[in-house]
């Protein structure tokens, strides 16, 4: 997560959305820059309202923008799975060394998901607070070029992203059916990332 005062912006760091090529690229100009725990760096609204927001509106502004990106639902537990899949991973009970995509994409539909598909959830990430806290910037994941516009004139400087944390390349395949169950049971999911227009909206 990154905090900008003089541009009122605060840039959730929602995971496999690229925010850590953005940390490196801008986080020498926050003013504020959670790289751990992950936890806090990964602050969903809930965690940012409790325990951020309360101090942002006392010393920075109390009308701060907050952003987030989304990744087309498939595309980010695919990422998730390739993730899970690094060589680190291996010996650890939430790898994915054995398991296919159809059966991780299984679990993750699952009530009681197993270790290996507890990912989280974006919709739930960026799910408002009961105070009325939120987002109010979604971007694209694919839309690179829209949130670059869009970060470089709020901070008011020339931006050069470079690639990092990157999932290896391999190719997944999902049966028809396991992607017709995980659109259903997580319909919030696909909702969200669809209203999202190119360039971005605001909420």
């Known amino acids: 997560m990154m905090v900008f005062g003089k541009a009122k912006l605060v840039f959730l760091s929602v995971p ?16 504020i820059l959670v790289n751990n725990p992950p936890e806090l760096k990964h602050a969903p609204v809930f965690r940012y309202n409790r325990f951020f927001r309360p101090m942002l509106e006392k010393f920075v502004a109390e009308d701060m923008d907050v952003l ?34 159809d059966e991780f994409i299984t679990g993750y539909c699952q009530g009681d998901q197993p270790g290996f598909a507890n990912v989280g959830s ?46 290896p390349e391999m190719p997944l395949e999902l049966s028809p059916e396991v992607e017709d169950k995980l659109r259903r049971k997580c319909a919030a999911e696909f909702t969200l990332y669809d209203g999202i227009a190119v360039g971005g909206s605001s909420v």
């Open 16 to 31: 496999k959305t690229g925010t850590t090529a953005w940390e490196k690229a801008l986080g020498p100009d926050a003013d």
């Open 68 to 101: 987030a990106v989304i990744r087309e639902p498939i595309s980010w537990l695919g990422s998730w799975y390739r993730y899970r899949r690094r060589p680190f991973m291996e010996g650890r009970p939430n790898n994915t060394y054995d398991v296919s995509f």
């Open 122 to 167: 974006q919709a739930k990430f960026v799910e408002p607070a009961g105070n009325g806290t939120k987002v109010t910037r979604l971007f694209r994941y694919d839309d690179q070029q829209g949130l670059h516009h869009f970060l470089e004139a709020r901070l008011e400087r020339e931006i050069t992203l470079t690639r990092e944390n990157v999932s």
